[in-house]
C-alpha cells in the first residue's frame, strides 16, 4: 500500500472526506493523493472557493488545502487534475498507484453529486477494485475518528470477505470490533450459516488482538436494523459488502450498499465482493 486516493470537487462533502483521509493518513503513515475530475467541456473550471469569496482554479485550491494541512500527517500530500467521467477516473487512479484505499464524499454539490442519484449510486464503489470509504458532509470527525467499527454478519457467502481489510484498518487505531449477527429468515439453513459465518468471523477478530462483542438482531430489513445498531453503540463505522442479501423490503427500496451508503449517518467502508464457490456447491 502506498497511498491513499480522496475524490475532491471542493464541496463540502468532497472537504469533509478529505479532512477524515487526514485522520487515517496520521495514523498509518500514508500518502493522501487528492484528485479533482473535470468533463473535457470544463477543463478550466473554476471554483467557488477563493480568499474573500473569490474564485479560484483547482490548482489554487489545491495548493490551499496542502500549504494549510501538509504539516498535520506524516506523509505527503498531492493532487491531480484530470478529465472524463469522475469513478472511473478516481479508481483508475487508486488501481495503478497501488492505493490502499478511496475516500469520498457521499454527496456533492458539482462532480461527486452524480454518484448517488437513482442508478448511478454505487458507481464509484462497483468500479473501484479497493474498498472505499464514504463520508456525509455534516459528519464530525473525531481526534480518533476510528474506535468503533460494526461488522455485520448475514448468510451470504461473501459476508465474511470484508473482515480481513476491516481489522487491518482496524489495527491503526485499536478500535473495537462489533460483530453484528444478522437474522433475517427464520429458514433453518439460514440461521446456520449466519452461526457460521459468525463463528468464522470471531475467529478472524479474536486472532488480532483487538477488543470485541458479538451481538445478534432478528431483522427484516438489515440496512435498518445496522444502522440502528450503530447509532445505538455509538459505532464510527459500518464494514460491509458491494453486495449482500436482501429482504423483500431491501430490494424494492434498492441495494444494500446504495441504502447504507445514502442513510447511515457514520461513514461507511465498503469492501468489494470477490467471486466465491459455496461450499455447498463443491460437496455437490
Known sequence: MSNIVVGIDFSKSSIKAFEYALGVAYRTGLDIKLVYVSKKRDIDTIL???????????????????????????????????????????????????????????????????????????????????????????????ANPIEKIIIPIDSTFETIQKVPFTLELAKHFKAQINVLSLYSSKIKNIEERVENHTKEALSMVMKSGLRYINEKVVCDNITKATIEYAEKRNADMISIMTEQEF???TVLMGTYAQQMV???????????????IPREAILE
Open 48 to 142: 467557488p472557493e477563493g480568499s474573500k469569496g473569490k474564485p479560484t482554479s483547482a490548482e489554487k485550491g489545491f495548493d490551499k488545502l496542502i500549504s494549510k494541512y501538509e504539516s498535520t500527517i506524516p506523509g505527503k500530500i498531492t493532487y491531480r487534475t484530470l478529465t472524463g467521467k469522475i469513478y472511473e477516473e478516481v479508481t483508475n487512479l487508486a488501481k495503478y498507484t497501488e492505493s490502499w484505499l478511496i475516500i469520498a464524499g457521499a454527496h456533492g454539490m458539482s462532480g461527486f453529486e452524480e454518484f448517488w442519484v437513482g442508478n448511478n449510486a454505487t458507481k464509484i464503489i462497483t468500479y473501484a477494485n479497493k474498498p472505499v470509504i464514504t463520508v456525509k458532509k455534516n459528519y464530525k470527525i473525531k
Open 247 to 249: 429482504s423483500s423490503q
Open 262 to 276: 445514502n442513510q447511515s449517518t457514520v461513514p461507511v467502508l465498503s469492501n468489494k465482493t470477490r467471486m466465491v
